[in-house]
């Protein structure tokens, strides 16, 4: 079986067409994950017992989104010390600043790569895990790179009329 190394968190089901970015490039990337709903707010013993057991299930990255009141990349960094990549979910009131900031704005001592707001971030957050798998594994990391390479090769020279 091969070891699960990318965990992708989120606080709703809600979250899960935003988060799927981050899934479908792995996917694309040929890279295991799992996806679970752990929410700080409503599941918080869930957040603890994952966060607890994130070092030893062998975890190397946590990809973390919520919205609103998002607490749970930073409180799930405040349980481990597997590198926690945070994705603020747009949200309807407050088209997501509010989960920027209350992702973004860590204490000194406890950091969460925060990705940008919403789908490009998720993304993002997928591609920043694959690039810390990658510093570990000549697979990945040609995969990743054949993958940046194609990205560069499909940006035309000039714009075109649509
Ligand atoms: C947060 O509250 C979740 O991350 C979600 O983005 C937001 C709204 O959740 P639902 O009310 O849609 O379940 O905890």
Same mark, same amino acid.
Request: proline fraction near 8%; glycine fraction near 12%.
């Given at each position: 079986m091969t070891q699960i190394q990318v965990g992708i968190i989120m606080g709703s089901q809600?979250?899960?067409?935003?988060?799927?970015?981050? #899934?479908?490039?792995?996917?694309?990337?040929?890279?295991? %994950?799992e996806a679970k709903i752990v929410s700080a707010h409503r599941t918080p013993d869930r957040l603890w017992d994952y966060g607890k057991k994130a070092v030893d299930r062998g975890l190397h990255?946590?990809? #973390? !989104?919520?919205? !609103?009141?998002?607490?749970l990349?930073? @409180?799930?960094?405040?349980k481990t010390r597997v590198?926690?990549?945070?994705v603020p979910v747009q949200t309807k009131a407050l088209s997501g600043v509010d989960?920027? %900031?209350?992702?973004?704005? @860590?204490?000194?001592?406890?950091?969460?790569?925060? @990705?940008?707001?919403?789908? #490009? !971030?998720?993304?993002?957050?997928?591609? @920043?895990?694959a690039g810390i798998l990658a510093?570990?594994?000549?697979?990945?990391a040609a995969r990743l790179d054949a993958w940046r390479d194609a990205l560069s090769a499909s940006i035309p020279d000039e714009p075109v009329d649509e």
């Open positions: 809600s979250d899960w067409p935003t988060m799927k970015e981050a #899934a479908d490039i792995l996917d694309e990337l040929n890279i295991p %994950y990255v946590i990809i #973390a !989104g919520a919205g !609103g009141a998002a607490h990349p930073g @409180m799930m960094a405040s590198p926690v990549i945070g989960s920027l %900031y209350s992702i973004l704005q @860590m204490p000194r001592g406890f950091p969460v790569a925060t @990705m940008a707001i919403g789908a #490009a !971030g998720a993304k993002n957050a997928g591609l @920043m895990a510093n570990n594994n000549a697979d990945i």
